[in-house]
C-alpha cells in the first residue's frame, strides 16, 4: 500500500503533471514572471468559474485577508468579530492593523459562527465579521449577511479552506462561497482544496468601488505607475503560480468530488464507533471536505493520535489551542475568558486523511485500524 498522506500533492500533481509542467515552461519561455498573461488568466478565470465581478489574485491567503481589511477604511479601535476556532491568520491581521478581534464562539456540530454567538458581542465600535468556512463548510451566510446588513456590517468571508463550496439560500438559489459577503478572501497554499506550488491567495468581490481600492492597496496604493494614493503592500502572486492554478481550476469539481466520497466513505465505516462523532454536513451550503474532522467523546483523542502515529496514520488537531488562549491574542480578553464551545472543540477534534488520491486501500486501514482502537 502507498504511504497514507495527509494531504498528497504529489500524488495530484502526477496525474496532472503534463498540463502543469506545459503552464509552467510557457511562463518560463515568455520571462513574464510578474503580473504576464498568466495571472490575467487565472484572474478570468476564477471570475467566470465563481460568477464574480472581480478576482484580485495576491500573494497568500492571509494578505487576501490584511488587505481586505484596509480596504474598508476603518479606524484604529474599531472591532471586528472573528471565531475564536479558526487559524490565527483571520485575527492577526485585525490585530496588526490597529483594530480589535473580538473573539466569538462556535456551533458544535458546524465549527462555524452563529449570529447567536455574535450578537452578544456587537458594540458601537463593531464594523465588520470575518466569518471563517472551516473545514470546507460554510457558516450561514444568508442569516449572517441578513444580520450585518440590520447592523450595518461588512462581511468578509475567510474562504480559505473552502473554495468550490456553494451557499443555498431559501429562495433556492445559490453562490459559491467566497462571493456571498462583500469581500471573499482564500488561500491557495499547497494542501488547499485548490493548492498552487508555492505561496498564493486572492481575494474577490463584486463591489467596484472595493475592487479598485483592493487593487491599489495590493500594489503598494499605486493608481497608476510612481503614483501612491494610500499606504498599500507589495503582494504580487507569480505568473508560475498563477499558471498552476489555472490548469488545477479545471480540475477543482472533479478533485471536490473526489474528496466527497472519500467522506462518505469515512461515514459509511466510522459510524458504528460511538466514542466519536462524525463531520455534520449542514443544509445551508455544500461541504467540500478540506479536512475529515471527528470529534473524540471518550477523552482519548491524545491517545488516539498517538496510536494512529504508531500505525503509520497521519492526522492532525485542527486546532489545539483556541485563539483567546494564544499568548500573541491575550491582550485582546480578561484572563479568564472561555468560549464553551472552542474549548470543547480543542479538546475534542482530529482530523484525518482527507486529499483527492485517498485510496479504498488506504482507507479500509485507516477505519480498520480506528475500529481497532475503539474496541480495544
Ligand atoms: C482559515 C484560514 N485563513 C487564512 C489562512 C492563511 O492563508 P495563507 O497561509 O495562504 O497565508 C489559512 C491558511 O492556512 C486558513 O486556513
Redesign the pocket.
Known sequence: MKKIQMVDVRSQYLKIKDEVDAGIMEVIDSCAFINGPKVKELQSNLEEYLSVKHVIPVA??????QIAVMALDLKVGDEIIVPAF??A??AEVVGLLGLRPIMVDVDLSTFNVRIEDIQPHITSKTKAIIP?H?FGQTANMEEICEFAKEHNLYVIE?N??AIGADCYFKDGSSKKSGTVGDIG?T???PS?NLGAYG???AIFTNDDELARKIRMIANHGQVSRYYHDVLGCNSRLDSIQAAILSVKLKHLDEFNLNRKKAAEFYDAHLSKIDQIELPYRSDDSNHVFHQYTLKVKDGRRNQLKEYLDECGIPSMIYYPVALYKQKAFSSYVSEDFSLPNTKILCDQVISLPMHSELTQEQQSFIVNKLEAFFKG
Do not use: P
Open positions: 497568500n491567503g492571509t494578505d487576501a485577508l479558526t487559524y491568520a483571520t471563517v472551516l475567510d480559505a479552506q478572501c488561500s491557495f497554499y488547499k505561496d498564493a491567495g
